[in-house]
């Protein structure tokens, strides 16, 4: 027992005269409890919603007023053309279609039943699903009070995803997959690496020889930056092969995305090694980040079911914008202008952090 004693004497001693550890050991999971049980949910709170009511009936508008006195949907557009929805579904201006054939309220009174159809972006399968149950369960509501006998549906549902029509899981969650790929070679192994030479004792000698330091970090970064772009070329293939994910959009877009993503990630990983002394040190900082921004990317949970603050929050997070323009260009077929919003995010996020891991880094070693 006396050994076991000072043994554990020598364990929490260690710990503790770890001050970046003993930070993040506290500090970290009380961040995300805060954030995260907030944040990390698949409740849509807000979907927005394009109307095609070509009845314009009293029975119409009261479907409409209910969905919307829900909470749920928000109609922010209305209109009678399909090319007209297809193009803000196309944009994300909206989140849903539903469509009010003529005849609604006739079918109604005559009949005692009716049809619509409510058109979803599955684009992310999870938000589909969820909005897909919302409506359900709220026109259910409205059929049984206005007075139709018990197990008999009045008003008709007719559910279909534009994008990822089935709803499959994996068409929606591989390319985000291989958003985390990229992430994980970009960052963990970038801030690994130096932090590796940092403890061996090369760093400080490459850091007295005639060698620029901006020479040294782009060495340093171009190859992982390099080894990424393969691992999301062989991801993409095992996709498409293995996965059957289709790729309607260019692969191209897809590439250079990530090269300019790769700058976040890169930057992260090397103001990483610049705080972190040791590799257990790198990989603990790294993971604790990582879980942050990954949870609040939209790749597990609907972004739009984060409170507002979260959002806005979210709107941060350079893994965010990289999944939903994966998703985007492979599954919806978007172009370079569709696209443009999440290029120009992605840019600005990289160049800040890359300027102030260079910064950093200067600062440390001067």
Not at 158 to 168: F, H, T, V
Not at 294 to 310: E, K
Not at 326 to 338: F, P, T
Request: some cysteine; hydrophobic content about 55%.
């Amino acid at each position: 027992m006396r050994t076991l004693r000072f043994l554990l004497r020598k364990e929490f001693l260690q710990i503790f005269r770890d001050r970046l550890i003993l930070g993040m050991l506290f500090a970290m999971p009380l961040v995300q409890l805060l954030v995260l049980a907030n944040a990390a949910t698949f409740e849509v709170t807000r979907a927005r919603l394009y109307v095609m009511d070509h009845d314009r009936s009293r029975a119409s508008r009261a479907v409409v007023d209910r969905l919307a006195a829900s909470g749920r949907f928000t109609p922010v557009a209305r209109g009678s053309s399909s090319a007209a929805a297809d193009a803000a579904m196309l944009g994300r201006e909206i989140d849903a279609i539903v469509a009010i054939p003529v005849g609604f309220e006739r079918d109604l009174v005559r009949d005692r039943g009716a049809t619509l159809q409510l058109i979803l972006n599955a684009e992310d399968g999870a938000a589909a699903g969820v909005m897909q149950s919302y409506a359900a369960a709220i026109l259910a509501r409205y059929s049984s009070e206005i007075g139709v006998g018990p197990g008999r549906a009045r008003i008709e549902v007719r559910e279909r995803g534009w994008y990822n029509a089935d709803l499959r899981y994996r068409d929606f969650m591989v390319p985000a997959i291989l958003v985390v790929l990229v992430t994980m070679v970009g960052t963990l192994l970038t801030a690994m690496n130096i932090v590796r030479e940092k403890e061996a004792g090369t760093l400080d000698q490459l850091n007295v020889t005639p060698i620029g330091r901006v020479t040294f970090i782009a060495a340093k970064l171009i190859p992982f930056s390099s080894l990424a772009l393969l691992d999301l070329a062989l991801g993409l293939g095992v996709a498409r092969f293995v996965f059957g994910v289709p790729m309607r959009g260019s692969l191209l877009i897809v590439f250079a995305a990530a090269a300019i993503y790769l700058l976040c990630a890169l930057g992260i990983g090397l103001w990483i090694s610049t705080i972190a002394e040791t590799q257990q040190q790198a990989m603990f900082v790294t993971f604790s980040l990582m879980m942050v921004y990954l949870l609040m990317s939209g790749i597990f949970t609907p972004v739009s079911g984060m409170p507002v603050w979260a959002q806005w929050l979210a709107e941060a997070s350079p893994v965010m914008h990289f999944a939903k323009l994966m998703r985007a260009v492979l599954l919806k077929g978007a172009g370079i202008g569709d696209v443009l919003r999440e290029l120009a995010m992605l840019a600005g996020i990289g160049t800040a952090v890359l300027t102030l891991a260079v910064r950093q880094y200067r600062k440390r070693t001067a």
